[in-house]
């Protein structure tokens, strides 16, 4: 009966630690997607800087360039708040993994209990079946002996 309640619970360790590797995975992907999108919104930054420069060295209005800067502002805006999100990326991928050593060790727990017991109860029919022989080998030898 115990068995059966450490299996089920086995059971259940192992699926909450496939859920928390998932989870792991997933915020892991999704680390990597913003780091793909900041890289891409810098590069785009970038870009749009030397096209504003070689358009001023070319003439430009005042007009024009106030709108082109008020453009690089906002997108030096945009920049700031997605490294600030970023922070957060990176605090759900470390809960993640805590979540998933945490899951991890916890199964590992119940396995090394189940192996213990299984252990146990090995040792006790062992045990069981030596006695058993050792009676078989005294009742041989006791007919011998009447013989």
């Known amino acids: 009966m115990a068995d059966t ?15 928390a590797s998932l989870a792991l995975n997933q915020a892991r992907l999704e680390l990597e997607s ?8 810098e590069q785009y ?43 957060q990326f990176e605090q759900q991928v470390e809960q993640c993994s805590a979540h998933w050593h945490e899951m991890r060790k916890k199964r590992r727990s ?9 252990t146990e109860q090995q040792r006790l029919r062992d045990k069981q079946e030596q006695k058993l022989m050792d009676e078989f080998s005294t009742l041989q030898f006791a007919r011998k002996l009447s013989r």
Request: no cysteine; hydrophobic share 35%; charged share 25%.
């Open 5 to 19: 309640a450490l299996t089920l619970i086995l059971e259940k360790a192992k699926e909450d630690e496939h859920q």
């Open 34 to 41: 913003y780091h793909q999108q900041l890289q891409q919104i």
């Open 45 to 87: 930054r970038f870009d749009y800087s030397k096209q504003m420069t070689a358009r001023g060295q070319s003439g430009l209005s005042a007009s024009s360039f106030g709108h082109l800067q008020k453009f690089l502002n906002q997108l030096d805006e945009t920049l700031v708040k997605q490294k600030a999100a970023g922070e």
């Open 110 to 118: 119940v396995e090394w209990l189940l192996e213990k017991k299984q």
